[in-house]
Each structure stands twice: as C-alpha cells, then as structure tokens.
C-alpha cells in the first residue's frame, strides 16, 4: 500500500488561494484513482476532488470552478489548487487512493489543516 502525505495548509483570508500537496512514497502511474477529501468540524468526511490515471476529474459542486486537481505520475504527486477561498472551506484535507474503478477510496495520509479565516 503506498504512503501518502499531505502538506500545505495553512490559516489563509478569505478570497485567498492555496495549493495542497500529496507525495506517494511509491509509483502511482498505476493507481486509477487519487482523491482529495476533507473533513471539517463536526462533520464527516466529504469528496472534494478526484483525478483518473487518464485525466479525468470529478468535483464536488461546491468547489467547482474554484479548486482544480491535478496529478503528475511522474513525480508521484497529486496537488490541490484551492482559489477564491471561504470560510466553509475550513477542513483537515487528506488525500487517498483508489487502485481500480470497483474499489473504495483507501489509505489516507495523516492531512493537512486549511484554515480560512479573517
């Protein structure tokens, strides 16, 4: 099972912009899936963002148009760009994993706070 660690939260105003980070401690060019999730106060864990082995993207409607994912095989990296930023958005984020299109995502790392506040 590979090892995913995020980074680059931090505490941001709103309106403000952001680029998470997840390092896999191995290959992922054979990895279908790599989400991005957060979980934020009191609340479960929700989908944010998700990106095939073949480029395809998936986001949850409240932040489309604002965060893009994006994945570099090469680098065993996945990234998370966050714009126009808001308060809502507050959330520890943790990337994961999903190895074929029939299995769940799995194998998060330890996240990274987001913290949007004035």
């Known amino acids: 099972q590979v090892q995913l660690v995020e980074s680059g939260g931090c505490l941001v105003q709103p309106g403000g912009s952001l680029r998470l980070s997840c390092a896999a401690s191995a290959s992922i060019s054979g990895i279908y899936g790599m989400g991005w999730f957060r979980q934020g106060p009191g609340q479960q864990r929700e989908l944010v963002a998700t990106?095939?082995?073949?480029?395809?993207?998936h986001y949850a409607d409240s932040v489309k148009g604002r965060f893009t994912i994006s994945r570099d095989n090469a680098g065993n990296a996945v990234y998370l760009q966050m714009t126009s930023l808001k308060p809502e958005d507050t959330a520890v984020y943790y990337c994961?994993?999903?190895?074929?299109?029939?299995?769940?995502?799995?194998?998060w790392g330890q996240g990274t706070q987001v913290t949007v506040s004035s």
């Open positions: 990106v095939t082995n073949r480029g395809t993207t």
């Open positions: 994961a994993t999903k190895q074929t299109p029939f299995r769940e995502y799995a194998g």
